[in-house]
């Protein structure tokens, strides 16, 4: 399994200023190896390849010296990144890559070499020790090390290999599982599994802040200040939701050996506005990733059905009981069954064909 554990660390003034000079060296490098490829295909039809762009960094580095002071796998790997967003841009149609401004840039990964640990800290060569706020200890193969500036701190990310996967207890039992705006989830054995709650006043933080910022002029510290916000929140807001998806995706993969749910279906979600946000503001598609990979390292299964008509469908009868969107408690007037909405459409999901 593979796995990314991120850190706060705190260079000192001067360990942040060697950071943010090589950060700015990898863009300057990254947007010139852009503008290279963009040039030898309008000039010459010509492609030119990761390789052929890291092979002519020791030519780089003899015509701007100062480039000898960043780690030549960080060099490499800028090379690598620009090769990826064009791979992206011809296999999956992404935007064409884009030439990175200084606020877009903020990090920069080494592979093997450059880096160590030392008493504790993270070494990095030619930069010294930095501290590193340690709340986890990291298992597997360490294959990246990434360095990374956001809303003016900084982060490191080690992305591992070989992670050992837990072991849960053998499980058997199969439920049925409802995406909700109300509840992240509600099982078919009637568990509500908890959004992020706190979301609701943050958000309303956020639309403050978005406020000032509309009002504050262009380059004024202040504007820079409520950006730095910003960013800091957007952080916190993503954290704590990923928090949430993570606990309730752990839950139910470590109790049931199969978990049906709906199939997210996009082009839906975009026709109906209030939907989309809700359903943006819920994550949902960040919450079946968890569970999906989480599921394919615990030998679980994840049961994929048309989600149709699963609100107003009975789980006790199939017949169709209309309801209004607020609505929220299901009585069959067929045969009787009630509960909760929610509930009854994580049955009903449950007992459907696929
Ligand atoms: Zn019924």
Redesign the pocket.
């Known amino acids: 399994m593979r796995k990314t554990y991120k850190f706060q660390i705190d260079p000192t003034p001067r360990q942040a200023k060697v950071l943010d000079r090589w950060l700015y060296l990898c863009r300057r490098l990254y947007n010139a190896m852009l503008e290279q490829r963009i040039i030898a295909w309008r000039q010459h039809r010509k492609h030119i390849s990761q390789y052929d762009q890291m092979r002519e960094l020791s030519e780089l580095k003899a015509e701007l010296p100062e480039y000898m002071e960043v780690g030549a796998q960080v060099l490499q790997d800028v090379a690598k990144r620009l090769n990826r967003s064009f791979q992206r841009f011809f296999k999956l149609g992404t935007g064409f890559p884009k030439f990175q401004g200084r606020n877009r840039y903020d990090s920069f990964t080494y592979t093997q070499a450059g880096w160590k640990f030392k008493d504790g800290r993270l070494a990095l060569s030619k930069c010294g020790p930095i501290k590193v706020r340690w709340s986890r200890v990291i298992e597997g193969d360490i294959k990246t090390v990434t360095i990374k500036r956001r809303a003016g701190h900084w982060f490191v990310c080690f992305s591992c290999d070989d992670v050992p996967t837990p072991v849960y207890p053998a499980a058997e039992r199969k439920v049925g599982i409802d995406l909700g705006l109300e509840a992240l989830a509600t099982t078919s054995d009637g568990e509500r599994l908890e959004n992020a709650q706190y979301l609701k006043g943050k958000l309303k933080r956020l639309r403050r802040l978005q406020r000032h910022l509309a009002r504050q002029k262009k380059g004024s510290n202040r504007r820079i200040k409520t950006v730095h916000q910003l960013q800091r929140l957007h952080a916190k807001i993503a954290n704590q939701r990923a928090d949430a998806h993570h606990k309730a995706s752990t839950k139910l993969v470590r109790e049931y050996a199969e978990i049906h749910m709906e199939r997210i279906d996009p082009q839906f979600m975009l026709a109906n506005r209030r939907t989309a946000r809700a359903a943006a503001d819920v994550g949902w598609s960040q919450f079946k990733t968890f569970l999906q990979s989480k599921a394919a390292a615990a030998g679980r299964k994840i049961v994929e059905k048309s989600a149709r008509d699963t609100s107003r469908e009975?789980s006790?009868?199939?017949?169709l009981?209309p309801k209004k969107p607020r609505d929220r408690w299901h009585t069959?007037p067929?045969?009787?069954?009630s509960l909760h909405r929610d509930h009854n459409a994580a049955i009903v999901i449950l007992n459907r064909a696929s």
């Open positions: 009975c006790g009868c199939g017949q009981v069959c067929h045969c009787g069954t």
